[in-house]
């Protein structure tokens, strides 16, 4: 299928007049239609289309082709005047307050995910005595896991009823009913199998998220959507960092607190409470402040079957390597946050409140640097650049945050193991740190210097992730085009949280028996395949384009599209 625009207009009567036209129009009635003086000619052939001529004027010719014809030469002569339905999507404006709302969401889900990072292993012991480490391991992933089968399953509801506020406003209240079960655990007298459920509910519902990324790139016009994007993923990045210092807010209540009726509150059912009360509020901004405007998408009248413009299908070339991009970039950063612990413990003697402590204070100067960087990219000039060239920078600064980290041979200083308290045989990290004795790799593995380490996990992961998440998102969405994007956000939000819950899985395997050699190496691997994809397919990564190139064939849904 192609829209003829206008040509040189035919000066002689004659040139418009053929018995072909009337015998197309009476021989198959019902493969041609005419809508507000716009000619739509379907179930032509090729000899047909060569013959054809027109009777009177039109606004636009839509000449519909079986999917395996192809039109070498066309004329031009066959359009009066261009369509005047089809308005340009710069001309919208983009809705600024319903995305504060969106971002407003988005800030207090980030929060809700980082709340309980330090409160929730000593949290699990006091509750359950028989737990160990290993199921505290899938305790935490069991909140990627939920947030890895709800995101596909909003995203599929976001995009059958092309609506933001239901989706949100149940991801929001399956995350109070999840934060109601985390805090109810010790008045009920749960366990870690109950912990575990807690958590799986809560990140089911976070699965939102990828509703709320679809409105802010589908509501944003094409000039204001890297802004959007930027603000909206950064409004994230922000509540994860308040997080952990919200929690340390309630750390005066102590492990007994005090009770309301039969309810337990202290420092770690408190929070939980408090996010009820978030949950909630996210939900009637969203059921009564909220509304829903898209301005950076084709309905109705402009959608894929509007007779003045053609969606052509997208690049799913372009599209996954984005997704390999955003599933790269997920993993490292949960890679990092779960393995920040048992690494500094290793290499630099700390004990577990030194760790908590110190890496605290470096997630959280990243953190501020990110949210630094997200609203730069989003308020300056910035917004308007290459996104490959801020996705290679990206990429340059995660590559040389692992190589720093490299366990190279040159670096003077080895691992020490473990000390033990005096008269006894146990490895005890509460009374100082160093590997455990099973660690046998510790005793070849250099040392990483730690001003080394700590520029590494502060400037470069702060310039990194904003750096990468803003531009992969935004060009992602610049790829799917003009259209609802709510599955492919989706799929986009499916992988992002797989590589959540596999990465940590694997690189805690690895380091038990290998050291952070090989979990650097693999993720060091992904990072030089995104860089190398980004450089092959460099041309691909763009957003679509709604106006081909002229005599170009374009594939879209109903068949082939050519501009001339």
Avoid at 293 to 314: A, D, H, M, Q, T
Wanted: hydrophobic share 45%; charged share 10%.
């Amino acid at each position: 299928m192609f829209y003829l625009p206008p040509g040189n207009l035919p000066s002689r009567s004659d040139q418009l007049k053929s018995s072909m036209h009337s015998s197309i129009l009476s021989s198959a009635p019902n493969c041609n239609r005419r809508i507000n003086q716009i000619l739509v000619i379907e179930c032509i052939t090729k000899r047909q289309y060569g013959a054809l001529r027109f009777q009177q004027s039109y606004k636009a010719v839509i000449v519909v082709f079986p999917r395996k014809m192809t039109i070498k030469s066309v004329t031009t002569e066959k359009v009066i005047s261009p369509p005047t339905e089809v308005r340009s999507l710069d001309e919208e404006k983009t809705p600024w307050g319903s995305l504060a709302i969106c971002n407003a969401v988005c800030f207090m889900t980030g929060v809700q995910f980082s709340i309980f990072f330090t409160s929730m292993w000593p949290y699990l012991n006091g509750l359950d005595s028989s737990a160990n480490l290993e199921f505290f391991g899938w305790i935490t992933a069991s909140y990627s896991i939920g947030s890895t089968i709800s995101t596909s399953l909003f995203g599929l509801w976001n995009q059958k009823t092309m609506s933001t506020k239901y989706p949100g406003s149940f991801g929001n209240l399956m995350m109070a009913f999840g934060n109601s079960l985390y805090g109810l655990l010790p008045t009920i007298g749960a366990g870690k199998w109950f912990m575990l459920s807690a958590r799986f509910i809560i990140g089911f519902g976070s699965g939102h998220l990828c509703v709320l990324r679809t409105y802010a790139a589908t509501a944003s016009t094409p000039r204001d959507r890297t802004k959007a994007l930027s603000i909206t993923i950064g409004s994230f990045v922000f509540g994860l960092s308040i997080g952990p210092a919200l929690q340390a807010l309630f750390t005066p209540l102590g492990n007994s607190g005090f009770k309301i009726g039969i309810v337990i509150i202290n420092m770690y059912t408190l929070p939980a409470f408090l996010m009820v009360t978030v949950s909630i509020i996210s939900i009637i901004l969203l059921c009564t402040v909220f509304t829903e405007k898209y301005s950076g998408i084709l309905r109705s009248n402009k959608s894929e079957k509007s007779f003045g413009i053609v969606i052509p299908k997208l690049d799913r070339v372009a599209a996954a390597i984005c997704i390999y991009m955003w599933f790269t970039m997920q993993s490292i950063g949960t890679n990092i946050e779960v393995m920040a612990p048992p690494l500094t413990i290793a290499m630099y003697n700390w004990s577990d409140h030194q760790a908590v402590l110190y890496n605290g204070i470096l997630q959280s100067i990243s953190c501020s640097l990110n949210v630094v960087c997200y609203f730069i990219i989003g308020f300056t000039s910035l917004q308007h650049r290459d996104k490959r060239s801020m996705i290679l920078f990206g990429l340059t600064c995660f590559v040389a945050y692992h190589i720093i980290n490299l366990p190279w041979p040159f670096y003077p200083e080895h691992l020490d193991f473990m000390k033990t308290v005096s008269n006894s045989t146990v490895e005890d990290t509460v009374y100082s740190g160093g590997c455990l004795q099973h660690y046998h790799w510790c005793a070849y593995t250099p040392r990483v210097p730690f001003f080394l380490y700590s520029f590494a996990a502060t400037v470069l992961f702060g310039l990194a992730f904003p750096f990468l998440a803003s531009p992969v998102g935004t060009l992602y969405s610049q790829i799917l085009g003009p259209r609802n994007q709510g599955l492919m956000q989706g799929i986009f939000e499916f992988f992002g949280s797989s590589a959540r819950f596999l990465g940590p899985i694997i690189s805690t395997t690895l380091f038990e028996k290998s050291g952070y050699l090989w979990p650097m190496l693999i993720q060091l691997t992904l990072l030089i395949g995104c860089i190398i994809l980004n450089i092959i397919f460099r041309h691909r990564l763009i957003p679509l384009r709604l106006k081909p190139e002229i005599g170009v064939p374009t594939k879209y849904k109903f068949g082939t599209f050519y501009r001339l």
